[in-house]
């Protein structure tokens, strides 16, 4: 499978000029000052958010990139060119890692946000700039320096104000489709949704929120069972998670298992992403009778009492409205009480992720057939 919502890349910014010795000569002028110009500043290597990508595969095929370097001074005191900076655009929702600290550098959340990632080298001084009263002939000048040189991981994670989080088939897809514009891919067999897919959800003229399709999760996801850790990390940008619980499974299942079972698989991997403010969905509820659901749902309430929890059939409209208007209440709350809490939560999902996986190729092999991996507004 070819994924591209990570990729490592070798940066070099650009080295500064050299400084230049020389004196002024001219017709009358046989024994002139020192003129040597100062070299110019290497160019610096920028990331830049950009609301129009969504991908990281452009990087995929150019591991190493580097800014021009600063021109050497002149005579006549004349300043090397600066070395043009090198601005990259990368999607928002972008978290910067140095790949040998594992230093967390910058999270690009915002079109046009941009963030200097390695500094281009300083340009040398020529001999004009060490003249003084007493050395009127200097023959010292300053080689540039070298720029900064980098490996950096970068992980996209989308933006979304509301996760969708549940087993494959526990109806995420089909709720998206049915509360957005957005067109997931639908049918009745596991992992189905091979992409995350954002939706945007309009409660009137004025008001909407971001929803975001995760694939589904199975047991041992955390360790990289089914699609494993490459979607979990997507969850750690929304703001609320909707648990989306299958009413009858069909394979059977216990939905207060299944309830459990990927409730555990996010704690075991991320603690801050465990901390999440949690909802409870029941979907299908078409499909069951209603003793049946109410015991179903008595259940999955004593599990946790506080937590909010709503009974919905998307394909009946059942429970639906109240649930949308519920969940925008909580994003406009939530919007009104943001505090740096939010990027320090983010950034502590990110040293989970950090902590537990090692570098990962951007190729995993084990499927006939490679799936490109996008990601798709609605």
């Keep these: 499978m070819l994924f591209v919502d990570e990729v490592t890349l070798e940066l070099t910014a650009g080295r ?3 400084g230049c010795m020389s004196f002024h000569r001219g017709p009358n ?3 002139g000052g020192p003129d040597g110009g100062n070299g110019g500043d290497g160019g610096n290597i920028v990331f830049t958010g950009d ?3 969504n991908t990281l595969v452009d990087f995929r095929y150019r591991p190493m990139l580097k800014s021009p370097n600063g021109r050497s001074g002149g005579s006549g005191t004349k300043t090397g060119a600066k070395g043009q900076d090198l601005v990259l655009a990368v999607p928002c929702g972008t978290s910067v890692v140095d790949a040998d ?3 967390y550098i910058a999270d690009i959340t915002t079109p046009e946000q941009a963030v200097i990632v390695a500094k281009g080298g300083q340009g040398g001084r020529g001999n004009h700039s060490f003249r003084s009263s007493t050395n009127r002939a200097p023959r010292e000048f300053e080689s540039g320096s070298p720029g900064e040189h980098k490996r950096l991981r970068l992980h996209l994670k989308v933006l979304a104000d509301v996760g969708l989080l549940g087993k494959p088939n526990a109806g995420k897809s089909t709720l998206l489709s049915t509360v957005s514009a957005s067109k997931p891919t639908i049918a ?3 992992f189905t949704t091979l992409i995350p897919n954002l939706g945007v959800v309009k409660v009137d003229a004025a008001r909407s929120f971001v929803m975001a399709d995760i694939p589904g999760l199975i047991e041992g996801a955390a360790e990289g069972h089914g699609l494993g850790t490459r979607f979990l990390k997507h969850l750690s940008r929304t703001q609320l998670l909707l648990h989306l619980v299958e009413a009858a499974p069909l394979d059977g299942t216990d939905p207060c298992h299944n309830l459990a079972a990927i409730e555990r698989e996010l704690g075991r991997f991320s603690t801050a992403l465990a901390n999440r403010t949690i909802w409870t969905v029941v979907t299908k509820t078409d499909v069951i009778s209603q003793d049946a659901l ?3 749902v008595d259940r999955l309430r004593a599990v946790d009492p506080i937590r909010p929890l709503f009974q919905i059939s998307a394909v009946t409209q059942r429970g639906v409205r109240e649930m949308i208007f519920a969940l ?7 919007v009104d009480e943001t505090t740096s809490d939010d990027a320090q939560l983010a950034s502590d999902v990110l040293d989970d992720i950090l902590s537990r996986t ?3 190729s951007d190729v995993v092999s084990g499927d006939e057939d490679d799936v490109e991996v996008v990601y798709r507004r609605g």
């Design 328 to 334: 925008m209440a909580a994003v406009e709350q939530h």
């Design 16 to 18: 500064g000029g050299d």
């Design 101 to 103: 600290t594992l230093e």
């Design 294 to 296: 109410d015991a179903i």
């Design 358 to 360: 090692k570098p990962q």
């Design 188 to 190: 009745d067999y596991p």
């Design 51 to 53: 609301r129009a990508l």
């Design 29 to 31: 002028l046989p024994k």
